[in-house]
């Protein structure tokens, strides 16, 4: 622990990207399990990848970031339509690591919190 005051925004910024971190390697672990449905998978990364390039034309960075992130993984489903094993490992791996961000950034951001206190 440090005698430093820890800055407000930081740590709303740990909080932030913990939160969305975690929920978006959930949400690759749910897509990655859809996907091997034949049709509703299909239209799933379709609609993913619509959806990461409405993001990637977004105007702050969070957008960009995040509709790139979706774009990804909307091309990975549709990749699974030829090549299943390959998109699913990059798909779950992408989960994890997603996961483990976010898992890191709540932990930060909960340390933080008592450096407060």
């Given amino acids: 622990m440090s005698n430093y005051p820890v800055d ?3 740590l709303r910024n740990r909080g932030t990207k913990g939160v ?4 978006g390697g959930i949400g690759l672990f749910v897509v990655n399990g859809l996907l091997s ?3 509703v998978g299909w239209v799933i990364a379709g609609g993913l990848v619509v959806l990461g390039v409405t ?3 977004g105007r702050s960075k969070t957008d960009r970031t995040s509709g790139g992130i ?3 993984a909307g091309a990975l489903g549709l990749g699974a339509i030829l090549l299943r ?3 699913h490992f990059l798909l ?3 989960g994890f690591a997603l996961l483990a ?10 340390r933080g919190l008592r450096d407060r206190a």
Avoid: Q
């Fill in 55 to 57: 993001g990637v034309l």
């Fill in 8 to 10: 407000s925004g930081d």
């Fill in 20 to 23: 969305m971190s975690a929920i």
């Fill in 70 to 72: 979706m774009m990804a």
């Fill in 92 to 94: 779950g791996a992408g």
């Fill in 85 to 87: 094993g390959p998109t």
């Fill in 37 to 39: 449905i034949p049709v």
């Fill in 101 to 110: 961000y976010g898992a890191y950034n709540i932990y930060r951001f909960i």
